[in-house]
Each structure stands twice: as structure tokens, then as C-alpha cells.
């Protein structure tokens, strides 16, 4: 079962504008992490938040984790044509082994 | 590190035969899992190994699906025999422990003819 739902599916926008992905999930987690494809690639981790943190950074990244609304979202800032890539969330839950994953969010940066 | 390899990373093959997709995990990781990647239903966990021994075999699809980790620095997931609609990209990723971040190896795109 689908246990992450990204959103929106596709984003289009233009270098230097910030990108905002949201993910959904329904059951309790250890952790929440983000991934970024690229075609034909495997998944690269970005960043990894943890059920008991609110906000994390990285370089360009914001996440952001709300455990009472099960949700989160990755800020991407002043993006680069670089970023066009699919973007994933995927939840540790608790009791489960391995992460579930999203179907994505496809980030389209215009140059 | 080369971080994670896998073999082929092509894989052609006609309806009834065997596929073996092979995998070496990053050095000193102890956890091992199998991803199928799919338009249609996205990423999906096949199984996953800690310490060589497999933990969750829930995602394997059917019995024509199966999976070894015979030491810390190998892993194969068997397919026998092979229909279309196991076709597919094949992850194989690895982590230091349960719940760490994992490193995702190329993957291997099957294609059952």
C-alpha cells in the first residue's frame, strides 16, 4: 500500500524560483526521508528528519515534518536547471522494515 | 567507495526464462533491500536483508521471485521463470543499519520479451 503520497505530481517553474513538494503518509514513523531521481538513475538521498524534529536543513534544502497532520515538505530554494529531477519521500514506520516510498514529484526547472 | 554495484545493468530476456540480478552493497552496511521500479506502481520494497538474513520477504510478488544474501558483500534476487510483467528496474540499495539513509545502486532494467 501506498504509504507516502507526494504533491503535486509534475512542477514546472523557473531557475531561481523556489520549489515546495509536500508529502502525505498515514501511519506513525520513525523518520521521513527525501530522495531525488534522476532519469534513468538510481535515488540519491537528500535528507533524513526524524519524528521528533520539525525542521531540518541542507544546503538549498528545507524539510519540513508535521507529525499531527502526517505530513512534510521539501523546500527547494533559488533552483537551478541542475535540480530537474523526480523527487520522493519515503517513511520508516514503526514495526516495518525498509522505507515506503511516494510515487514522486517530477521537479521541471526552465533555464 | 564505489558504492552500490549491480549487475547487468541491462537485462533482455524472453517469457520462461531465469534472471539473476546480482548486488554488492556498500562495505560495512548491514542492511540490504530489493526495490522494483515501475510507472504503474511506483517504487516498491521486495525484501530486505540485516546481517545477511532476510527480515521481510512481504513484497516479493510470488514464489517465481527469490532472494539470497550468502555473505555480507553479495546479494542476487532470482526471477524463474520471467514474464513480462516483471519488467521492470530492479534497485538494489544498502544502509549502515535499519533506518539509516540508503545508498541506492544504478539499477538493473529488466525487460521480459
Known amino acids: 500500500s501506498q504509504q507516502g503520497e507526494e504533491d503535486p505530481q509534475a512542477l514546472s517553474i523557473q531557475e531561481g524560483e523556489n520549489a515546495t513538494m509536500n508529502c502525505s503518509y498515514k501511519t506513525s514513523i520513525n523518520n521521513l526521508q527525501w530522495y531525488r531521481q534522476n532519469s534513468g538513475r538510481g535515488l540519491v538521498h537528500l535528507i533524513l528528519?526524524?519524528?521528533?524534529?520539525r525542521e531540518k536543513h541542507s544546503g538549498r534544502l528545507r524539510v519540513t515534518l508535521d507529525t499531527s497532520k502526517k505530513s512534510s515538505s521539501l523546500l527547494i530554494t533559488a533552483s537551478r536547471a541542475a535540480d530537474t529531477a523526480s523527487y520522493f519521500c519515503a517513511t520508516e514506520s514503526r514495526g516495518a522494515d525498509g522505507l515506503t516510498f511516494g510515487k514522486g514529484t517530477h521537479l521541471i526547472i526552465q533555464p | 567507495d564505489a558504492g552500490v554495484i549491480q549487475s547487468p545493468r541491462h537485462e533482455v530476456t524472453e517469457m520462461g526464462q531465469e534472471v539473476t540480478l546480482r548486488c554488492k552493497p556498500i562495505?560495512?552496511?548491514?542492511?540490504l533491500f530489493w526495490y522494483r521500479q515501475t510507472m504503474m506502481r511506483g517504487l516498491e520494497l521486495l525484501i530486505y536483508?540485516?546481517?545477511?538474513?532476510?527480515?521481510?520477504d512481504s513484497g516479493m510478488p510470488e514464489d517465481r521471485f527469490s532472494a539470497k544474501m550468502p555473505n555480507a558483500s553479495f546479494s542476487t534476487l532470482k526471477i524463474q521463470p520471467s514474464e513480462p510483467r516483471d519488467s521492470a528496474v530492479y534497485f538494489c540499495?544498502?544502509?549502515?543499519?535499519?533506518?539509516?539513509?540508503?545508498?541506492f545502486g544504478p539499477g538493473t532494467r529488466l525487460t521480459v520479451l
Open positions: 562495505s560495512g552496511h548491514n542492511s
Open positions: 528528519i526524524r519524528s521528533n524534529e
Open positions: 536483508f540485516n546481517n545477511n538474513v532476510p527480515i521481510d
Open positions: 540499495a544498502s544502509s549502515l543499519e535499519r533506518g539509516d539513509e540508503q545508498f
